[in-house]
């Protein structure tokens, strides 16, 4: 179950440069960061979730399957999502 957006603080992405952007957010007392990289065939997708500043998740797939860093943005708020959620069950 994906918890309401109300328990979602976004706050923001910056550019790191021409290829690479990054999107903070915060779920459930955690910090998600998602990392896009832009290759010559798409976006790639890093994550990293972090609690209390100890790094919990460190997750990377090699492939270019997204069109745009808002794909890649939202499969990996998702995938972080899942992730937490599952961590916060077990």
Same mark, same amino acid.
Request: net charge positive.
């Given at each position: %179950? %994906? ?22 957010? @915060? ?10 990289? @832009? ?52």
């Amino acid at each position: %179950m %994906m918890c309401p957006r109300a328990d979602l603080r976004l706050y923001g992405k910056r550019l790191l440069n021409d290829r690479e952007q990054i999107h903070h957010a @915060q779920y459930r007392g955690h910090d998600i960061r998602v990392i896009g990289v @832009q290759g010559l065939n798409g976006w790639t997708l890093a994550l990293r979730i972090f609690h209390e500043g100890k790094r919990l998740v460190r997750y990377r797939q090699d492939s270019p399957l997204y069109l745009d860093f808002e794909h890649a943005r939202i499969a990996g708020l998702l995938r972080a999502y899942e992730l937490i959620e599952r961590r916060l069950a077990g």
